[in-house]
């Protein structure tokens, strides 16, 4: 595993709201290919991990090293331009345009053309679009106003739209939430598929922990804050500080016991 | 020195008008999210009711009673607007409720020059206050030192309502979160109905206050709105203190700037308030708005370009227009020149509000500025018509990618209001430069040369380059750049996430649109052979949203039709009666109010309709495959 090189490392980062220390000198690292899940109960700092990552938030200190580039104080669309790709925990996708058209902008934006005053969008990038449509199983659906599509399909949409620039490093915050169980599992063994396939680091959020223990390969503990636990799936379910403070007293994460621990 | 103190003090009292009709305002709008345009309107009315009652009623208890009257009076006007017609336009898009209001300030004009007449009006004097108090030899008058204690008394009064009464705590609280207020069970239709009342009340008395000092007359509202507008920009839209603070601070900017630049005195508050605007953009006091609705959303009818048919049809259209000067005489050949000028100027504002979402309420100031662009070319320099033509926009241009680089920074009814302001400091420049713009009596003699003089040559420049205009604006909307600045529109979040310059792709888009504003502003100049700072105006800003909005704002090229529609209503309607104003105010009102997506929206509606009657079956079941809960 050494030979993978490090895409993203994180050091110390820490963001306070007044007196409320929402995150506290946390440091981890991701390597290309690899699933990293980060969890813990609402409050947690999760959300303010994500958005500083992705430039939406600025750290009060710490480093975030981003394929080489230090990228605390720079814009989210500088930080997309580095190769990273954001699915948003509540759908943010451009409701009157069609489906292909949302993956076409996305990529009329990487290819440089957004000052192009007299090309051709429909013509744009069409076959890529189409692409990675099927990529996410959303083909069928490229002429459909983006603003008719059902929850499960938009949060399916949106990958397609992150994956537009290649991205090294995916961020998807509850790239679940508000999805069936079904379509929850569907749409993480996709986003699965295709990391390992382009090797793609994925970090991600998530409150089920059927999807977090089912595809992430390493997962970090979050409480108000801190970093608790790291690990794998098995040693993150071992963790008696975890069990008391997240999962509660009494339950156990492994496969006997699946049924009824979605919640 | 004294002098200084004096000119100071009545700033200060200058300011007890802007504040109470500020502070008016930024409660409406904390509670009901409306910016009512109209508040300048309820103003006036206030000054002209308390005029009324001030003359009818002698003694002190007359005139002060008649001060307090006049407002009870438009307050209750206010009640009846609010309950006739903002009940229903409360959900509707901020645009659409801008507009309402603005509806209703036209009514507003002509109705108070029905009742009143069209002369200025000048008020008693107060009773108690007629003296004057001397300070080192300047003098006073006491009802401005009466007027400095207003302010500080209403502020305290309002505290002490918004503090200490159930009343205020429920404001504030729906202030805060107003679907929560209404999900404990309070009355929000009453709710909104006082607070729009307590409102109004405050505007028509910072009116009817002013009438010892000013003249009344028919065009108050427009100068007291912007003053009003440029106080909430700089204070923060929802905040009372920041009301305060920024009247206070506009007020004696306005005082001490006609010392130092006594042509053009507004400019130092522009500079403030883009100073302000830079540092911090919700202003002095104000918090970030939380994410504005966006202006469409009506329908979703994807937009497509034209197919070959439909291409046809236009090219048959333009030909048809083009034969125009076979059977039209003179008079129909500078009406159909004007039509198709006001098509490229309401294509411009369409591009800038449909596809990017901007409503600027003042479009005309790069329209003007292309005008007096051609003026000063033509005129001063001597320059050739085409190359007058060619270069006058570049004016609009400027004024576009200066007042544009500022307004994008803003959104929503703040971009709105900052767009009107900037129109109206452009307006000001035009009219009290003298020497350079010929102030009120404008620049005359810019005609065309012969080339272009007959009015059927003049008609088929114009609507020439009317269509090369409409032509090249589709051609950007359905560009790369036509879709970055859509995925402004639609989503700030996700396209600043794919890479996207936000507000650099939105400025690039209000340059483009005051631009070709400007070019319809040019041949405006030629047309007339004149330029005057009316084509500056508020009017003529309005007149170009009125036409988006009749045309479908949600459409690609609805304002070629709305602008032919109400253009050709328009000059039919001035030759018919005098209440133009009236009319057109309650015509506005009416768009609004029944038919929000406009003439071709609604072709379009009922197009699709038809089509997808066919093809419904199979769309409804792949829908239904996953309908969920919904996200935290």
């Known amino acids: ?263 | 020195m004294a002098f200084y103190f004096v000119q100071f003090l009545t700033g200060l009292a200058s300011a007890a008008s802007l504040f109470l009709v500020a502070s008016g305002l930024s409660i409406i709008f904390g509670v009901t999210r409306i910016v009512n345009f109209a508040h300048g309107a309820f103003y006036m009315l206030g000054a002209y009711v308390a005029f009324t009652l001030t003359e009818r009623f002698s003694g002190a208890l007359g005139f002060w009673g008649g001060i307090v009257v006049a407002a009870l009076i438009v307050a209750v006007v206010g009640v009846i607007v609010e309950m006739v017609l903002l009940r229903r336009i409360y959900h509707a898009p901020e645009l659409f409720q801008l507009l309402a209001t603005f509806g209703l300030t036209l009514m507003v004009e002509d109705l108070v020059v029905l009742i009143w007449g069209p002369d200025d009006l000048l008020g008693r004097r107060a009773p108690g206050f007629k003296g004057a108090v001397d300070f080192f030899g300047q003098n006073i008058p006491t009802y401005d030192l009466f007027l400095i204690a207003i302010s500080p008394i209403v502020l305290g009064g309002l505290w002490l309502l918004f503090q200490r009464t159930r009343w205020g705590v429920l404001v504030r609280a729906a202030t805060q979160d107003r679907d929560m207020v209404a999900a404990l069970g309070v009355n929000q239709k009453w709710l909104f109905t006082s607070v729009f009342a307590l409102g109004v009340f405050l505007a028509a008395l910072g009116g009817a206050l002013q009438i010892p000092r000013d003249a009344v007359h028919h065009a108050l509202d427009l100068r007291i709105i912007v003053d009003v507008f440029v106080v909430v920009v700089i204070g923060g839209l929802g905040s009372i203190i920041g009301a305060f603070v920024a009247a206070v601070l506009v007020s004696e900017l306005n005082a001490f700037g006609i010392l130092i630049f006594p042509k053009i005195s507004i400019i130092l508050v522009f500079l403030v308030m883009a100073v302000v605007l830079i540092v911090r953009p919700w202003g002095l006091f104000g918090k970030p708005e939380a994410a504005a609705r966006r202006t469409p959303g009506l329908t979703v009818n994807p937009w497509r370009p034209l197919t070959t048919n439909e291409r046809w049809l236009a090219m048959a259209g333009l030909a048809v227009a083009a034969m125009l000067p076979l059977f039209a005489g003179n008079y129909a050949l500078t009406v159909g020149s004007e039509i198709a000028i006001f098509v490229i100027f309401a294509a411009s504002l369409h591009f800038l509000m449909s596809v990017g979402g901007l409503a600027s309420f003042g479009h005309a100031a790069y329209f003007g500025l292309g005008a007096y662009g051609v003026a000063f070319l033509a005129k001063m320099a001597g320059l050739p018509m085409i190359v007058s033509l060619l270069l006058g926009p570049l004016l609009g241009l400027l004024g576009a990618a200066i007042f544009g680089f500022f307004a994008v920074q803003l959104s929503g009814v703040y971009f709105a209001m900052l767009t009107l302001a900037f129109a109206q400091i452009v307006w000001s420049i035009a009219f009290q430069w003298v020497t350079v713009t010929g102030g009120d009596n404008g620049i005359l003699g810019v005609w065309p040369e012969k080339w272009a003089a007959g009015p059927a040559s003049f008609y088929w420049l114009s609507l020439g380059i009317a269509a090369i205009a409409v032509a090249i604006l589709r051609v950007i909307v359905f560009s790369p750049f036509g879709f970055a600045l859509r995925a402004t529109r639609d989503s700030l979040l996700r396209s600043e996430a794919i890479g996207i310059n936000g507000k650099r792709v939105q400025w690039t888009a209000f340059v483009i649109a005051g631009t070709v504003a400007g070019f319809a502003g040019a041949l405006f100049a030629y047309l007339k052979g004149s330029v005057f700072p009316d084509s500056l105006g508020i009017s003529l800003s309005v007149d170009a949203l009125v036409m988006v909005l009749l045309g479908g704002v949600e459409t690609v090229s609805g304002a070629v039709v709305g602008a032919i529609v109400f253009k050709a209503l328009n000059i039919w309607l001035v030759s018919q009666t005098d209440l133009s104003k009236l009319v057109l105010g309650g015509f506005v009102v009416l768009i609004v109010v029944a038919f929000p997506k406009g003439i071709v929206g609604v072709l379009e509606t009922i197009r699709n309709r038809r089509k997808s009657s066919t093809s419904e079956s199979s769309s409804k079941s792949s829908l239904a495959t996953s309908r969920i809960e919904t996200a935290e």
């Open chain 1, 1 to 263: 595993m050494s030979m993978v090189p490090t895409l993203l490392s994180v050091e110390n980062l820490s963001k306070s709201y007044g007196g409320v220390h929402a995150v506290r000198s946390v440091s981890f690292a991701l390597r290309a290919g690899e699933i990293l899940a980060l969890i813990g109960p609402n409050g947690a700092g999760k959300s303010t991990c994500f958005d500083m990552l992705n430039g939406q938030n600025t750290p009060d200190s710490g480093r975030i090293n981003l394929l080489g580039e230090e990228t605390v104080g720079k814009k989210p669309r500088q930080v997309w331009r580095l190769g990273v790709g954001r699915t948003f925990q509540i759908t943010a996708t451009f409701p009157t345009m069609t489906v292909r058209e949302n993956v076409q902008v996305a990529l009329v934006s990487y290819g440089r053309q957004l000052f192009n005053l007299w090309g051709s969008t429909a013509r744009y990038a069409r076959e890529e679009a189409g692409r990675l449509l099927d990529l996410v199983g959303m083909g069928a659906y490229a002429g459909r106003p983006c603003g008719e599509l059902a929850y499960g399909d938009l949060k399916r949409l949106e990958l397609a739209i992150a994956l537009a620039n290649q991205p090294k490093l995916l961020l998807m915050d509850e790239p679940t939430a508000g999805m069936a169980p079904r379509e929850r599992i569907e749409l993480m063994r996709l986003t699965a598929q295709i990391a390992r396939e382009k090797s793609i680091g994925v970090l991600f959020t998530e409150h089920d922990m059927d999807v977090v223990f089912e595809h992430a390969d390493r997962i970090l503990v979050l409480n108000r804050g801190s970093l608790i636990a790291e690990g794998t799936p098995e040693q993150v379910r071992g963790n008696p500080q975890v069990r008391a403070i997240y999962l509660g007293e009494g339950l156990v994460y492994d496969s006997r016991h699946r049924e009824g621990a979605g919640a």
